[in-house]
C-alpha cells in the first residue's frame, strides 16, 4: 500500500515520456499520399501537406501553419 502514490507518479511520468515526442491531435490524420512520391504526407482533417525522408512519419500537427488555406 506504500507503494501505491509512487506507483502513480511513475505510470503518468510514462504517459508524459510518451506523449512529449509528438504535437500531433486528435484532428490529425496524417496519411500517405503516393503521388508526392515516398515520404509524402497529407493531413485528411485539415489538408496540410509534408514531405519527409522515406519511413518517417510526421510527429507534429501541421494546422496553425496553414491557417491561410481554405477548407477542403
Known sequence: ????PFVIIAVFAGMWWMRRGSTLTRDC????DTSGGP????CAACG??????P???PKACLR???Q???AP
Request: aromatic letters at 12%; hydrophobic letters at 45%; one cysteine or more.
Open 1 to 4: 500500500m506504500a507503494l501505491f
Open 29 to 32: 490524420r496524417w496519411r500517405a
Open 68 to 70: 491561410d488555406r481554405p
Open 48 to 53: 496540410a501537406v509534408c514531405s519527409l525522408e
Open 64 to 66: 496553425d501553419r496553414d
Open 39 to 42: 515520404g509524402h504526407f497529407r
Open 55 to 57: 519511413g518517417a512519419a
